[in-house]
């Protein structure tokens, strides 16, 4: 059988690698063809050994023949714990060829963000969110990208990539389409678990294609290897004792064949049985074996090479050592002729002069992992300390304070709680929980613990709230927190807990917590976080007295600080979804702003109160008919997340309260493309979550006014919109919403059911305006038949709220109900009356339906132009198609 071979200059580890290296020939065909191609992403998965680096440095090297730009990184098994470690090392060609000023240029408004994750500026006063960060680093490679063309990406042993890393990987995987660039990933199948797992299984998943799964070589490649490296002369017993030995891992051949020259062993049958114990030599034991064979100072060099991991060079080994530098120099020669370190690759990255690498991972891993446990975390405690005395900062040792044996060391507690400060700055939570758990490990002195936890609760708050929650209540059991800082602590527990789904406890703690302060600042506080907590409870209803104690409390407050100003929203708030007097719910308000505007302090982006409040504030407007104020707010939410680059839940529930401005407009398409932008960003942040609700509840509400009823069937079915409900409040009332749908698709007991939860809902939390929870009016028009007393008596009492509440939109909505229940000459009075008020409402989609409906009653042709009219405005298709379909039968119209 002929041996298949690879050309002459290829490296022994591509042998039977024709198929992929022509997978990788017809990317790079169409990378090249033209720049506005797409983009592509190619990931290669072996095992250790089967040339998966050398699959790589071959692509660079058709890349680069094409005139291609290459960029390459690889992950470390020792560096898997330093945030954004192989992104900075794959942008590192591009960030070191440009002056400050052109970073920021081509970075643009993502620069204060990403930049100080990718080391090329200091990070803000501002605490950076993950999600943005992420973004950012996906919008700084895209403009890099378009600058490069053609540009080819390698990432080497992903499977070591640090977390934020590859959650970068996964985001920019899915946006290459509309970007000309070829992503070349490799890594070892297993070896991670976890969130990297499933970020891995993302980047595969944006491939589009299968995994290059890689396998080993077969007899006959190993026997043409064998020969191509001892000699024609290999008789076939012994190669075929190579790939026994071996199990056909390329890398291993080399290694054993260099073994065979080294001992002049004749390749010849009669030897073959001494290549078992020269393959030993070449790895685990064996390597280690022949690495003592070359002296005590080569194997403490080779040890030191291990801690450091990357960034490797003479000068740092024999400071951790340690031992002289020309000690050194001699050890690292005889390092590289024992094939145990090499030079970097210089091509694709900066290379400092005297940098020194392993030669194979395998290799880095057995040295690292044969130093002894007491002297490996020994060695990591002096390189962090060569690390910190370098300057570099108390995140960059972290990598290695994380791995020091604890020791009651006050001062290593200190430097991970700096380490841990530095990762918040540039956006890694994780790493910062990962040092100040390690902390707690210590363990930190007495009076310092509590704080340690605090810090760690509030690093872990946004992405593992049932950790917080634990961290924040051991702390507040300790000494050790006091004035403003526990009370923060307090307030995030609560937020912890809420963020869990357990709000009844959240309103517990800050209630215990406010019982413990005399009255004063700090009472008001927890107080109303107490009722802001409540107020978005959907649970079982809440006492009449909070409301009347909310009444009390809004009255003492004049609006002088933000605690008063929080009072004064959320009594608003209170007011509004009890229906009470909306000129009321509009003068408590207006209290709480600042010359019309948000108090410093109460903005978007602050994080004391939170968005919960605001949202309360801008709700009680945009149901008192003053969407002017409420758009205003909505607008300034999504303006303010966008140039913070907020990209998370807070951005997605600003543009699903844009798209409910623009629904309680009537400008329903608009309404309909913020929401399913909402719903979009919603998805990645995790379902079940308020705001996923949110998103959802209003986008199915949007599309039942087009009425489009199957796309917002699909919508409801597809994303779950279904009980059992949030424990927290949803606007507009998920149930009501619902009820309404399965009335629109005919399943009309089980409408008439949700609708009747619905109200019995509502009426457990006291909940009587019938714009905010519209149960009745369509429960009326769904009974009208079957019970038209109970129907009458629902319109009725849907009326006696709208007029006790007040506004136009309303009452409008009650009159239709009633008009809808009636005929004759009554229905038409009704019918005129809803016209009147709604169109003196805001809302132009109830108008137009109130119109159309008008028309029908009268048998006006002149009424249902208009009404068809101002559908047409509204984008309401299904309000449309009905005047038309009346106005075309003209049956009795004048």
């Known amino acids: 059988m002929t041996e298949e071979r690879p050309p002459a200059a290829a490296s022994a580890s591509l042998w039977e690698r024709d198929t992929e290296l022509a997978t990788v020939t017809r990317a790079l065909d169409v990378l090249c063809a033209d720049r506005s191609s797409s983009g592509s992403l190619l990931v290669f998965r072996g095992e250790a050994g089967l040339g998966k680096t050398a699959l790589l440095a071959e692509t660079r090297r058709m890349a680069e023949r094409r005139g291609c730009t290459v960029w390459s990184t690889r992950g470390g098994e020792t560096l898997k714990s330093v945030p954004f470690n192989v992104v900075r090392q794959l942008l590192q060609p591009a960030l070191v060829s440009l ?93 991670v678990g976890g969130d990297s797992a499933r970020l891995l299984e993302s980047v595969a998943a944006a491939a589009g294609g299968p995994v290059s799964n890689l396998s080993a070589l077969t007899p006959d490649a190993a026997a043409g290897l064998t020969r191509a490296t001892l000699g024609r002369h290999a008789d076939a017993p012994f190669c075929r004792e190579v790939w026994a030995v071996t199990g056909g891992n390329p890398y291993e051949t080399v290694e054993l064949l260099a073994k065979v020259q080294d001992s002049e062993l004749e390749p010849v049958e009669a030897r073959a049985a001494e290549l078992r114990a020269l393959n030993r030599a070449a790895r685990g034991g064996g390597l280690v074996a022949r690495l003592e064979g070359l002296g005590i100072d080569a194997v403490r060099f080779a040890w030191a090479a291990a801690i450091l991991g990357a960034g490797i060079s003479v000068d740092l080994v024999a400071q951790l050592a340690p031992m002289s530098l020309d000690d050194a120099v001699r050890c690292a020669e005889l390092l590289r002729n024992a094939r145990i370190l090499t030079e970097p690759d210089p091509a694709g990255t900066r290379v400092d002069p005297g940098a020194l690498e392993f030669v194979h991972p395998l290799i880095a891993s057995a040295v690292y992992n044969s130093i002894p446990t007491a002297m490996r975390t020994a060695l990591h405690g002096i390189a962090a300390q060569i690390v910190a005395d370098s300057g570099l900062g108390a995140a960059e040792a972290s990598r290695h304070l994380l791995i020091v044996h604890p020791d009651d060391d006050e001062e290593l507690v200190e430097q991970l709680r700096e380490a841990a400060r530095e990762h918040l700055a540039v956006g890694a939570p994780d790493a910062a929980r990962r040092c100040l758990e390690r902390a707690l490990v210590e363990p930190p002195r007495a009076e310092v613990h509590a704080h340690v936890l605090y810090e760690l609760g509030c690093a872990t708050l946004l992405t593992a709230p049932a950790t917080t929650i634990g961290h924040l209540r051991t702390a507040l059991a300790m000494p050790g927190l006091e004035g403003d800082q526990r009370l923060d602590a307090v307030v995030r527990l609560s937020q912890a807990l809420l963020h869990n789904d ?143 680059h907020w990209s998370g839940g807070h951005l997605a529930l600003a543009h699903a309260y844009v798209g409910f401005g623009h629904r309680r407009r009537g400008r329903l398409r608009e309404a309909e493309a913020s929401l399913r932008e909402s719903l979009n960003l919603a998805e990645h942040v995790g379902r079940g979550l308020p705001l996923y609700w949110t998103a959802t509840c209003n986008l199915v509400d949007t599309l039942l006014a087009r009425g489009n009823v199957a796309e917002a069937w699909s919508i409801a079915e597809q994303y779950g919109f279904t009980p059992p409900y949030p424990s927290t409040i949803v606007l507009p009332d998920p149930r009501s919403v619902r009820g309404r749908l399965l009335l629109a698709v005919g399943r009309t007991e089980e409408g008439i059911n949700e609708l009747e939860a619905a109200g019995k809902a509502a009426a457990v939390r006291g909940h009587h305006n019938p714009v905010l929870v519209s149960w009745a009016v369509d429960l009326a028009r769904a009974l009208a038949v079957k019970d038209p007393v109970r129907a009458a008596q629902l319109a009725a009492d849907a009326r006696r709220h709208a007029e006790r509440f007040g506004t136009d939109t309303a009452i409008g909505e009650a009159l239709r109900c009633a008009a809808a229940l009636e005929t004759g000459q009554r229905a038409v009075r009704l019918a005129a009356q809803a016209v009147a008020y709604l169109e003196a409402s805001p809302c132009q989609y109830e108008h137009a339906a109130a119109r159309v409906e008008y028309g029908i009653a009268a048998r006006s042709v002149a009424e249902l132009n208009r009404g068809l009219a101002l559908a047409r405005s509204c984008g309401a298709d299904g309000l449309v198609a009905q005047a038309r379909e009346v106005l075309e039968s003209g049956r009795g119209l004048r």
């Open 99 to 191: 002056l400050p000023g052109e970073a920021r240029e081509y970075l643009g408004d993502w620069y204060e963000i990403a930049g100080p994750a990718l080391g090329i500026t200091e990070p803000g006063e501002r605490q950076p969110d993950p999600q943005s960060v992420c973004d950012g680093l996906v919008a700084a490679v895209r403009r890099l990208a378009k600058r490069e063309w053609p540009l080819v990406l390698l990432i080497d042993d992903a499977h070591w990539a640090d977390e934020e890393t590859l959650r970068w990987l996964a985001a920019f995987a899915e946006r290459l389409d509309d970007l000309s660039v070829l992503v070349l990933v490799a890594r070892r199948p297993g070896e």
């Open 502 to 644: 357990q709000l009844e406890e959240a309103v517990r703690t800050v209630e215990a917590e406010a019982a413990r302060h005399e009255p004063g600042p700090a009472r008001m506080r927890l107080q109303a976080v107490q009722y802001m907590w409540e107020g978005i409870y959907a649970g079982e209803g809440t006492s009449p007295e909070r409301s009347e104690r909310l009444v009390e409390l809004a009255r003492m407050c004049s609006g002088r600080d933000n605690s008063e100003r929080a009072l004064l929203i959320l009594r608003g708030f209170d007011a509004m979804t009890h229906g009470e007097s909306a000129e009321e719910v509009v003068e408590l308000s207006d209290r709480a702003l600042v010359n019309g505007r948000l108090a410093p302090g109460l903005g978007w982006t602050d994080t004391e109160w939170g968005i919960e409040l605001l949202l309360m504030l801008a709700n009680s407007y945009a149901y008192t008919d003053r969407l002017d104020r409420a758009e205003a707010l909505y607008t300034e939410a999504l303006r303010t997340y966008e140039s913070a």
